[in-house]
């Protein structure tokens, strides 16, 4: 596989449920990313690891916890939910935004369209 | 602080004319890069085209150009020859050199007639 993969696309969990999202990268970066996308709102950034180190939080509740144990892999674990939080989740990747010579750009994947009920 | 603004929730356009999504940007940063990406229903994000602060010459990736006025700090990306598959949501994003993230505007769904 190439590009950036996420798993599961669809999950439905109810409010109790513990679950996680899982990322993987082929493209050799160093910085993953986490974005919420919900309805008719503007992407929001979520989380940076930068080398597997977090390097932004962008006050995110503590329901969600990020966990990044390499430079491919990039894990966003869910429980205790509330209804509010279904939306799509889009895991990105790029290079290493202080060493890069090209343009930085994030390459995203499909997303995870995470359901709450 | 950074900010991107797409003022236009709604485009349509016929086939095969031309068609410009509007973009305006903040930030007291001189160096900075924009970019527009493109999400189909399937809701990948799609990676189209790159404007550097310092670039000279406006972007162009085949029938995407972007329309780039510094002093008005706009990025506009402009589709010639629009086709049906281009129906689908258009995000310009900036990203400040240094930081490690994109900060994206609200989006401009563009629809394709035939």
């Known amino acids: 596989e190439t590009g950036v993969t996420q798993t599961p696309r669809h999950l439905v969990m109810g409010m109790t449920n513990k679950k996680s999202l899982k990322c993987e990268q082929h493209?050799?970066?160093?910085?993953m990313y986490w974005y919420k996308q919900s309805a008719k709102k503007p992407l929001e950034l979520m989380f940076v690891?930068?080398?597997?180190?977090?390097?932004e939080n962008n006050s995110v509740p503590s329901r969600f916890s990020p966990e990044c144990p390499n430079s491919s892999h990039l894990f966003l674990h869910l429980h205790t939910l509330q209804p509010e939080d279904s939306a799509l989740y889009l895991c990105?990747?790029?290079?290493?935004?202080?060493?890069?010579?090209?343009?930085?750009?994030?390459?995203f994947g499909e997303g995870s369209r995470l359901t709450v009920l | 602080a950074q900010k991107i603004t797409q003022t236009q929730p709604g485009m349509f356009v016929q086939e095969k004319e031309a068609v410009t999504l509007d973009c305006t940007y903040d930030?007291?940063?001189?160096?900075?890069?924009l970019f527009w990406y493109k999400q189909p229903s399937s809701g990948e994000m799609i990676f189209l085209i790159y404007?550097?602060?310092?670039?000279?010459q406006n972007a162009t990736e085949g029938r995407y150009s972007l329309n780039f006025q510094k002093a008005r700090k706009s990025a506009n990306l402009v589709i010639s020859a629009s086709q049906l598959g281009d129906s689908a949501m258009y995000f310009c994003?900036?990203?400040?050199?240094?930081?490690?993230?994109?900060?994206f505007g609200a989006g401009t769904r563009l629809a394709v007639h035939p």
């Open positions: 990105a990747s790029s290079q290493d935004p202080l060493t890069e010579r090209g343009t930085g750009e994030l390459f």
């Open positions: 994003a900036m990203r400040v050199r240094g930081y490690n993230k994109l900060i």
């Open positions: 690891y930068n080398f597997k180190e977090q390097t």
């Open positions: 493209l050799g970066h160093n910085a």
């Open positions: 404007q550097g602060s310092y670039d000279q």
């Open positions: 930030t007291s940063d001189p160096s900075y890069g």
